[in-house]
């Protein structure tokens, strides 16, 4: 990546909206009755929620914003050699998506190789192709990824962008909480909830709100994908999931960089935890009520506010006293499908 | 309803914008790529649609319109007795809402009945309830539904108003088409493709854009429902229908205000049917591209737009030698759920 990450701080974040917001969408903030009020504790505070709808982003999901950012901070010699990531989800579509995006601008072509499991489904490898990368194949491991993409660099001298684990993507996934603080109105918004799997999105929203007083939290899936939130009540990073969470965009452990971040008190306030019948309840009510399909990982933060028992608590003591708060979910991608909604939700509960 | 009905001019229908816009939302217009893509004929103008999302409207379809305004048409004694409908569905709600809407306005109260056949979904009249309706139960057939209605009017006094089948209703939905010629900018609109049911909003719209320039077509399940198609191709109104298609929506004939309007070549130039599985595959690219979620009523216009071989030639003849065309359609509501998607989706093609 870029010969000097960008450092963590609010200022770098602001940076890295101006270098992207030509190339993505400003996205809408949604607020929904139904859900604000099962949101809001009996004899609490009454809560406001606004729904950040970054499944209306571009290839639908936030993750064109990190990418944008990591190649924008590139030199033209180096983007004309390419770039490379191990994915086989949203952040292989958001670096094919952002690399054709600034080829149009630069005038020249930007290879965008990506390395994926040969066992991934065919819709993904075709939807990775469609959005113009190079798709090559390695075994399933972490290790055969690796050493793939260390052929790929070899070859063709393609730069690294990895998908959550370095300072130019956690920034550039911060701006959106930039758009969600105006959009809400300046000062209105008392905390924000957003998913957390390797961390990007919550290093990122976290950076961008340290010293505006928005309280930052994580969510995260409770079986198996909890990794973050056992590593900060454990002090230490936890390395490895092992998990089948419906919240796919979650199965990862949270990287280097990012724990830096969200191990920090100061700046995320506490990772909460919740069931999968949680996040599917969730799911359904945000699709049938706010009309708008999510991804499972999205629903997650929204089942926190609607059914975490800690997180109630939390509310309790920190508004103590407030009529209302303002409170921000990141809707972090909607990059599902009617088939993965029929298998989600086609099984009769046991 | 009210005494003298509006009469069915785009007068009328700007008259009835003024009387409920602050009662309902502008809802946005959307436009996607990939299905203005695949609406465009090879060799044809370049299509552009835009989808005018009546799915996030209150209540969540177009509905509201035209029950608001009827019953901003009505005498505050007439109010006072009270408004009634037969319907197991959006309009029920709908009337419902503006009832209640409109009495914290008026301050004082708007009794709504609704008469639903006692075989209703539970879920369906749980909705109508959680709108402030006042539930009677009927038998099923049209006649029995009358009947109860009747008995409801003696009791209460209250005002029947239809679903469909009248002037102010049509004129209230044909508000949306305002909506939508304005958001796409003035002048740009060459058509629009509107679902038919029972005909209000197709009616409406077509009202609406009478001496604009604007085309406007409807659009019909095949299977079943297709009796407005074989009206106008049989040259009189045909009065039942009997289907299963998956458009629950649109399972009426249409009503005769309506086909006053829609008779009338002037007005509407041709409805288009299309099947059951292109409706499926249309909905399925809206949810998927577009990630919001409509009603399988809401997939037939744009099932027209992407399968109709009789639209296609409708374009390459009215619109030849034209570079680009912009095609509104009426995405009518959003009022299904998870586990409707799971049933019509989830079984395997035979």
């Given amino acids: 990546m870029s010969a000097t990450p960008q450092p963590l701080t609010p200022t770098a974040v602001r940076e890295a909206r101006s270098l992207i917001c030509e190339h993505i969408h400003q996205t809408p903030v949604l607020t929904s009755r139904t859900l604000s009020h099962l949101a809001t504790p009996a004899g609490g505070p009454r809560i406001t929620l606004h729904l950040k709808c970054e499944n209306l982003q571009k290839m639908g999901a936030f993750k064109i914003r990190g990418a944008t950012h990591a190649l924008a901070r590139l030199s033209d010699a180096e983007l004309r050699r390419g770039v490379v990531t191990h994915s086989s989800g949203n952040h292989a579509q958001a670096l094919a998506l952002a690399a054709s995006t600034l080829a149009k601008r630069k005038g020249f072509e930007i290879p965008a190789h990506v390395v994926m499991p040969s066992v991934s489904t065919p819709s993904k490898i075709a939807a990775t192709r469609g959005y113009g990368a190079e798709v090559t194949f390695s075994g399933s491991t972490a290790r055969e990824r690796e050493e793939v993409v260390r052929l790929v660099q070899e070859r063709t001298g393609a730069v690294l962008v990895p998908p959550y684990d370095h300072p130019d993507i956690i920034v550039g996934q911060g701006t959106v909480a930039l758009e969600l603080m105006e959009q809400v109105k300046p000062e209105l918004l008392d905390a924000v909830v957003t998913p957390c799997g390797g961390g990007g999105l919550l290093a990122g929203v976290a950076t961008a709100c340290t010293g505006t007083g928005v309280r930052v939290y994580g969510a995260e899936p409770r079986e198996g994908a909890d990794d973050c939130a056992r590593g900060l009540k454990e002090g230490r990073r936890i390395e490895a999931v092992k998990t089948g969470t419906v919240a796919d965009g979650l199965r990862t452990p949270v ?77 972090s991608g909607g990059n599902t499908t009617i088939d993965k909604v029929v298998e989600v939700f086609g099984k009769k509960a046991e």
């Fill in 255 to 331: 990287g280097v960089a990012n724990w830096g971040v969200i191990s920090d008190p100061e700046k995320v306030k506490r990772v909460y935890t919740v069931s999968e019948e949680e996040i599917k309840d969730a799911m359904r009510l945000v699709v049938e009520r706010c009309k708008i399909l999510i991804e499972p990982s999205s629903a997650v933060p929204v089942a926190v506010v609607l059914s975490s028992q800690e997180w109630r608590e939390e509310v309790m003591r920190v508004f103590a006293g407030r009529e209302e708060i303002h409170v921000g979910i990141v809707i």
